[in-house]
Protein backbone atom coordinates (compact mmCIF):
# COMPACT_ATOMS: atom_id res chain seq x y z
CA UNK A 1 0.00 0.00 0.00
CA UNK A 2 1.27 3.32 -0.64
CA UNK A 3 0.14 6.82 0.71
CA UNK A 4 -1.75 8.89 -1.97
CA UNK A 5 -0.35 12.95 -0.90
CA UNK A 6 -3.66 13.77 -1.30
CA UNK A 7 -4.49 12.57 2.02
CA UNK A 8 -3.12 15.21 3.96
CA UNK A 9 -4.95 17.74 2.04
CA UNK A 10 -6.13 20.11 5.17
CA UNK A 11 -9.57 19.53 3.22
CA UNK A 12 -9.84 16.16 4.24
CA UNK A 13 -11.75 14.93 6.63
CA UNK A 14 -9.43 15.65 10.50
CA UNK A 15 -9.64 12.30 11.62
CA UNK A 16 -8.24 10.90 8.68
CA UNK A 17 -5.61 13.49 8.44
CA UNK A 18 -4.46 12.30 11.99
CA UNK A 19 -4.55 8.81 10.98
CA UNK A 20 -2.38 8.96 8.35
CA UNK A 21 0.02 11.15 10.07
CA UNK A 22 0.03 8.31 12.85
CA UNK A 23 0.67 5.78 10.33
CA UNK A 24 3.94 7.30 8.98
CA UNK A 25 5.27 8.03 12.78
CA UNK A 26 4.54 4.45 13.08
CA UNK A 27 5.63 3.49 10.19
CA UNK A 28 9.24 5.36 11.27
CA UNK A 29 8.85 3.56 14.57
CA UNK A 30 8.55 0.32 13.35
CA UNK A 31 11.56 0.34 11.59
CA UNK A 32 13.99 1.87 14.47
CA UNK A 33 15.77 -0.81 16.49
CA UNK A 34 14.35 0.52 19.65
CA UNK A 35 10.54 -0.42 18.54
CA UNK A 36 11.24 -3.88 18.88
CA UNK A 37 13.57 -3.73 22.05
CA UNK A 38 10.10 -2.33 23.60
CA UNK A 39 8.08 -5.30 21.88
CA UNK A 40 7.50 -8.81 23.28
CA UNK A 41 5.18 -10.45 26.13
CA UNK A 42 4.17 -13.06 27.80
CA UNK A 43 0.79 -15.32 26.29
CA UNK A 44 -1.21 -17.99 26.52
CA UNK A 45 -2.59 -20.50 24.02
CA UNK A 46 -5.41 -22.81 24.75
CA UNK A 47 -5.93 -25.47 22.21
CA UNK A 48 -8.99 -27.98 23.05
CA UNK A 49 -10.74 -30.54 21.86
CA UNK A 50 -14.31 -31.90 23.43
CA UNK A 51 -16.00 -35.40 23.21
CA UNK A 52 -19.15 -33.31 21.86
CA UNK A 53 -17.15 -32.70 18.86
CA UNK A 54 -16.46 -28.96 19.74
CA UNK A 55 -13.19 -27.15 19.68
CA UNK A 56 -11.54 -24.42 20.72
CA UNK A 57 -8.55 -21.87 20.36
CA UNK A 58 -7.64 -18.67 22.65
CA UNK A 59 -4.47 -16.89 23.19
CA UNK A 60 -4.66 -14.75 26.44
CA UNK A 61 -1.93 -12.38 27.59
CA UNK A 62 -0.08 -9.16 28.19
CA UNK A 63 2.38 -7.56 25.11
CA UNK A 64 2.87 -5.13 23.10
CA UNK A 65 3.93 -4.21 19.44
CA UNK A 66 7.22 -2.34 20.03
CA UNK A 67 5.19 1.26 20.63
CA UNK A 68 2.79 2.56 22.29
CA UNK A 69 0.91 0.91 25.65
CA UNK A 70 1.46 -2.64 26.93
CA UNK A 71 -2.15 -4.29 26.51
CA UNK A 72 -3.87 -7.34 27.81
CA UNK A 73 -5.44 -8.92 25.31
CA UNK A 74 -7.22 -12.25 24.43
CA UNK A 75 -9.44 -13.73 21.31
CA UNK A 76 -10.66 -17.09 20.85
CA UNK A 77 -12.32 -19.34 18.70
CA UNK A 78 -14.93 -21.98 19.23
CA UNK A 79 -15.98 -24.40 16.56
CA UNK A 80 -18.76 -26.54 16.68
CA UNK A 81 -19.34 -29.82 15.29
CA UNK A 82 -20.79 -28.36 12.22
CA UNK A 83 -18.05 -26.39 11.59
CA UNK A 84 -19.83 -23.05 12.53
CA UNK A 85 -17.05 -20.95 13.95
CA UNK A 86 -17.72 -18.32 16.88
CA UNK A 87 -15.39 -15.88 18.16
CA UNK A 88 -15.31 -13.55 21.44
CA UNK A 89 -12.16 -11.17 22.00
CA UNK A 90 -11.11 -8.51 24.23
CA UNK A 91 -8.76 -5.85 24.63
CA UNK A 92 -7.85 -3.56 27.82
CA UNK A 93 -5.12 -1.34 28.13
CA UNK A 94 -2.61 -0.99 31.08
CA UNK A 95 -1.90 -4.48 30.45
CA UNK A 96 0.33 -5.82 33.63
CA UNK A 97 -2.33 -3.63 35.93
CA UNK A 98 -4.43 -6.90 34.69
CA UNK A 99 -1.89 -9.92 36.10
CA UNK A 100 -1.81 -11.17 39.74
CA UNK A 101 -0.03 -14.00 41.78
CA UNK A 102 3.22 -13.68 40.18
CA UNK A 103 1.21 -13.73 36.85
CA UNK A 104 -0.40 -16.74 37.27
CA UNK A 105 -3.97 -15.09 36.77
CA UNK A 106 -4.85 -13.09 34.16
CA UNK A 107 -8.34 -10.87 34.64
CA UNK A 108 -10.11 -8.86 32.39
CA UNK A 109 -13.17 -9.29 33.70
CA UNK A 110 -15.47 -10.72 31.22
CA UNK A 111 -11.90 -13.35 30.01
CA UNK A 112 -9.97 -14.71 32.48
CA UNK A 113 -6.72 -17.47 32.71
CA UNK A 114 -6.79 -18.58 36.15
CA UNK A 115 -3.40 -20.71 36.96
CA UNK A 116 -3.01 -19.88 40.72
CA UNK A 117 -4.49 -23.46 41.85
CA UNK A 118 -4.11 -27.13 41.30
CA UNK A 119 -7.79 -26.93 38.95
CA UNK A 120 -6.60 -24.10 36.12
CA UNK A 121 -9.64 -21.62 35.03
CA UNK A 122 -10.88 -20.24 31.42
CA UNK A 123 -13.86 -18.33 31.45
CA UNK A 124 -15.29 -16.18 28.83
CA UNK A 125 -18.52 -14.12 30.11
CA UNK A 126 -19.71 -12.21 27.69
CA UNK A 127 -22.85 -11.09 26.30
CA UNK A 128 -23.11 -13.42 22.80
CA UNK A 129 -21.44 -16.09 24.49
CA UNK A 130 -20.49 -17.64 28.45
CA UNK A 131 -17.87 -20.40 29.03
CA UNK A 132 -16.43 -21.85 31.92
CA UNK A 133 -13.36 -24.61 31.86
CA UNK A 134 -11.88 -26.56 34.63
CA UNK A 135 -8.59 -27.82 33.86
CA UNK A 136 -6.83 -30.13 36.08
CA UNK A 137 -3.22 -29.25 35.37
CA UNK A 138 -0.89 -32.56 35.76
CA UNK A 139 2.57 -30.07 36.56
CA UNK A 140 4.36 -31.61 34.06
CA UNK A 141 6.09 -28.43 31.93
CA UNK A 142 7.94 -29.41 28.81
CA UNK A 143 10.28 -27.19 27.62
CA UNK A 144 12.26 -27.13 23.96
CA UNK A 145 15.66 -26.71 23.49
CA UNK A 146 16.78 -22.58 23.58
CA UNK A 147 18.31 -23.02 20.28
CA UNK A 148 14.84 -23.74 18.76
CA UNK A 149 13.74 -19.81 18.59
CA UNK A 150 16.04 -18.27 21.10
CA UNK A 151 14.02 -15.05 21.01
CA UNK A 152 10.77 -16.50 20.91
CA UNK A 153 10.98 -18.97 23.96
CA UNK A 154 7.90 -21.28 24.63
CA UNK A 155 6.88 -24.02 27.71
CA UNK A 156 4.65 -26.57 26.77
CA UNK A 157 2.50 -25.79 30.07
CA UNK A 158 -0.10 -29.01 29.42
CA UNK A 159 0.32 -31.35 26.45
CA UNK A 160 -3.01 -32.96 26.82
CA UNK A 161 -5.23 -32.23 30.56
CA UNK A 162 -8.46 -33.01 31.45
CA UNK A 163 -10.73 -30.61 30.67
CA UNK A 164 -14.65 -29.85 31.45
CA UNK A 165 -16.94 -27.23 31.88
CA UNK A 166 -20.54 -25.57 30.10
CA UNK A 167 -20.68 -23.76 26.59
CA UNK A 168 -23.23 -21.26 25.84
CA UNK A 169 -23.98 -18.33 23.46
CA UNK A 170 -27.31 -16.62 21.61
CA UNK A 171 -29.21 -18.81 19.83
CA UNK A 172 -28.86 -21.52 22.42
CA UNK A 173 -31.52 -22.88 24.92
CA UNK A 174 -29.28 -24.10 27.39
CA UNK A 175 -25.88 -24.90 27.96
CA UNK A 176 -24.00 -27.80 26.61
CA UNK A 177 -21.99 -29.70 28.75
CA UNK A 178 -17.94 -30.10 27.67
CA UNK A 179 -15.89 -33.00 28.24
CA UNK A 180 -12.27 -33.28 26.82
CA UNK A 181 -8.89 -32.31 27.10
CA UNK A 182 -6.34 -29.29 26.32
CA UNK A 183 -2.93 -28.16 25.81
CA UNK A 184 -1.35 -24.90 26.88
CA UNK A 185 1.35 -23.36 25.41
CA UNK A 186 3.38 -20.73 27.51
CA UNK A 187 5.33 -17.84 24.63
CA UNK A 188 7.40 -15.18 25.61
CA UNK A 189 8.73 -13.49 22.92
CA UNK A 190 11.30 -10.86 23.70
CA UNK A 191 10.54 -8.88 20.75
CA UNK A 192 8.49 -9.06 17.51
CA UNK A 193 8.02 -12.81 16.77
CA UNK A 194 7.77 -11.70 12.93
CA UNK A 195 12.12 -10.56 13.90
CA UNK A 196 12.47 -14.49 14.56
CA UNK A 197 9.60 -16.73 13.73
CA UNK A 198 8.61 -16.72 9.94
CA UNK A 199 6.44 -19.58 10.44
CA UNK A 200 5.22 -22.17 13.39
CA UNK A 201 3.31 -25.30 12.58
CA UNK A 202 1.89 -26.95 15.74
CA UNK A 203 0.21 -30.64 15.72
CA UNK A 204 -1.40 -31.95 19.10
CA UNK A 205 -2.45 -35.23 19.91
CA UNK A 206 -5.56 -34.56 22.89
CA UNK A 207 -5.96 -38.18 24.27
CA UNK A 208 -6.97 -38.86 28.13
CA UNK A 209 -3.88 -40.96 28.67
CA UNK A 210 -2.02 -39.80 25.91
CA UNK A 211 -0.53 -36.13 24.89
CA UNK A 212 1.42 -35.45 21.96
CA UNK A 213 2.95 -32.04 20.42
CA UNK A 214 5.03 -31.33 17.68
CA UNK A 215 6.73 -27.96 16.28
CA UNK A 216 8.28 -27.17 13.56
CA UNK A 217 9.49 -23.29 13.21
CA UNK A 218 10.93 -21.54 10.26
CA UNK A 219 13.11 -18.95 11.38
CA UNK A 220 13.61 -15.23 10.03
CA UNK A 221 17.00 -16.74 8.48
CA UNK A 222 14.92 -19.37 6.58
CA UNK A 223 16.05 -22.55 8.95
CA UNK A 224 13.39 -25.11 9.83
CA UNK A 225 13.74 -26.44 13.37
CA UNK A 226 11.22 -29.19 15.22
CA UNK A 227 10.66 -30.43 18.21
CA UNK A 228 8.40 -33.04 19.75
CA UNK A 229 7.09 -33.73 22.99
CA UNK A 230 4.71 -36.83 24.32
CA UNK A 231 3.56 -37.49 27.85
CA UNK A 232 1.25 -40.09 29.11
CA UNK A 233 0.01 -40.39 32.98
CA UNK A 234 1.78 -37.54 34.58
CA UNK A 235 5.43 -38.78 33.05
CA UNK A 236 7.24 -37.64 29.63
CA UNK A 237 7.69 -40.42 27.09
CA UNK A 238 10.11 -38.27 24.97
CA UNK A 239 10.92 -34.63 24.00
CA UNK A 240 13.31 -33.75 21.74
CA UNK A 241 14.03 -33.71 18.15
CA UNK A 242 12.17 -36.17 16.26
CA UNK A 243 14.06 -38.59 13.79
CA UNK A 244 11.55 -37.58 11.27
CA UNK A 245 9.15 -35.27 11.02
CA UNK A 246 7.84 -34.93 7.40
CA UNK A 247 5.28 -32.32 6.82
CA UNK A 248 3.61 -32.41 3.95
CA UNK A 249 1.64 -29.44 2.19
CA UNK A 250 -1.29 -28.20 0.49
CA UNK A 251 -0.85 -26.36 -2.98
CA UNK A 252 -1.58 -22.77 -3.22
CA UNK A 253 -2.29 -20.41 0.17
CA UNK A 254 -0.99 -16.98 -1.86
CA UNK A 255 2.31 -17.33 0.61
CA UNK A 256 0.33 -19.08 3.90
CA UNK A 257 0.52 -22.94 2.71
CA UNK A 258 -1.21 -25.10 4.94
CA UNK A 259 0.26 -28.39 6.33
CA UNK A 260 -1.90 -32.06 4.97
CA UNK A 261 0.05 -34.29 6.64
CA UNK A 262 2.89 -35.46 9.32
CA UNK A 263 4.73 -38.51 9.17
CA UNK A 264 6.42 -39.14 12.62
CA UNK A 265 9.20 -40.88 14.10
CA UNK A 266 10.73 -40.76 17.81
CA UNK A 267 12.39 -42.94 19.88
CA UNK A 268 9.55 -43.91 21.66
CA UNK A 269 6.49 -43.66 19.14
CA UNK A 270 5.81 -43.19 15.46
CA UNK A 271 2.75 -42.67 13.23
CA UNK A 272 1.00 -40.08 11.06
CA UNK A 273 -1.14 -37.28 11.47
CA UNK A 274 -3.64 -36.45 8.40
CA UNK A 275 -4.31 -32.17 8.87
CA UNK A 276 -7.73 -31.35 7.67
CA UNK A 277 -7.91 -28.05 5.69
CA UNK A 278 -8.45 -25.42 8.38
CA UNK A 279 -11.42 -24.73 10.23
CA UNK A 280 -10.83 -21.09 11.49
CA UNK A 281 -8.53 -18.39 9.80
CA UNK A 282 -7.98 -15.22 11.56
CA UNK A 283 -5.54 -12.13 10.77
CA UNK A 284 -4.95 -10.44 14.13
CA UNK A 285 -4.43 -7.03 11.66
CA UNK A 286 -8.08 -7.41 10.39
CA UNK A 287 -9.81 -4.71 12.54
CA UNK A 288 -6.96 -2.11 12.68
CA UNK A 289 -7.81 0.81 10.94
CA UNK A 290 -6.09 1.18 7.35
CA UNK A 291 -3.07 3.89 7.97
CA UNK A 292 -2.60 1.78 11.22
CA UNK A 293 -2.97 -1.73 9.30
CA UNK A 294 -0.82 -0.82 6.43
CA UNK A 295 2.12 0.85 9.52
CA UNK A 296 2.19 -2.64 11.11
CA UNK A 297 2.56 -4.55 7.46
CA UNK A 298 5.44 -3.17 7.45
CA UNK A 299 7.26 -5.53 9.95
CA UNK A 300 4.44 -7.75 9.83
CA UNK A 301 1.36 -9.57 8.16
CA UNK A 302 0.81 -12.46 10.73
CA UNK A 303 -2.04 -14.80 9.57
CA UNK A 304 -3.12 -17.73 12.57
CA UNK A 305 -5.03 -20.92 11.36
CA UNK A 306 -6.20 -24.11 12.99
CA UNK A 307 -8.23 -27.34 12.61
CA UNK A 308 -9.08 -30.83 13.21
CA UNK A 309 -6.58 -33.69 12.24
CA UNK A 310 -6.86 -37.11 12.50
CA UNK A 311 -4.07 -38.66 14.11
CA UNK A 312 -2.29 -42.49 14.26
CA UNK A 313 0.41 -43.69 16.36
CA UNK A 314 2.27 -46.64 17.73
CA UNK A 315 3.92 -46.71 20.81
CA UNK A 316 7.08 -48.22 21.73
CA UNK A 317 5.47 -50.47 24.44
CA UNK A 318 3.40 -51.74 21.02
CA UNK A 319 -0.17 -49.75 21.96
CA UNK A 320 -1.74 -48.16 19.36
CA UNK A 321 -3.28 -44.28 19.70
CA UNK A 322 -5.91 -43.66 17.15
CA UNK A 323 -7.91 -40.37 17.61
CA UNK A 324 -8.65 -36.64 16.65
CA UNK A 325 -6.45 -34.08 17.13
CA UNK A 326 -5.70 -30.71 15.97
CA UNK A 327 -3.15 -28.57 14.14
CA UNK A 328 -2.20 -25.10 14.36
CA UNK A 329 -0.52 -22.70 11.62
CA UNK A 330 0.57 -19.48 12.63
CA UNK A 331 2.56 -17.23 10.27
CA UNK A 332 4.29 -13.72 11.54
CA UNK A 333 4.66 -12.84 7.51
CA UNK A 334 4.21 -14.62 4.21
CA UNK A 335 7.22 -16.82 3.21
CA UNK A 336 9.14 -14.69 0.16
CA UNK A 337 8.34 -15.73 -3.61
CA UNK A 338 11.22 -18.65 -4.55
CA UNK A 339 11.60 -20.11 -1.17
CA UNK A 340 8.61 -22.44 -0.91
CA UNK A 341 10.62 -25.45 -2.64
CA UNK A 342 12.79 -25.65 0.10
CA UNK A 343 10.58 -24.31 3.18
CA UNK A 344 8.16 -26.86 2.31
CA UNK A 345 10.24 -30.14 1.48
CA UNK A 346 9.83 -31.41 5.50
CA UNK A 347 12.12 -32.97 7.34
CA UNK A 348 14.76 -31.01 9.79
CA UNK A 349 16.94 -28.18 9.28
Known sequence: MSLDPSSLDPSRDGTHRRLVVLAILLAASAASPAAAEDAGGDYWDLVARFDSGHLLFAMAGVGNMGWGETNASAVGFVVDPDGSVHRFSRTDPDGKQHLSDGGRRLDMRSIVLDRSGPVWRFAVDKQEMKLELAIRSDGVTVRPAEALAPQCPFDVLETSAPASGTLWRQGMSAPVALHGQIAVVHRAPRGLEADCLVRRVEVFALEPDLGLYFTEVVTAEGKRRQWLAATAAGHVLYQGP??????????????????????????????????????????????????????????????????PSRFDLTLADGRHAAGTGVARVTYTNPLKPGTDAAQLAGGGE
Open 242 to 307: PQTGELRWREGGGGYPQPASLKLAAPKLSGRVEIAPPAMTYDPTERLSGPLRWAVSLRTRPLLSAG
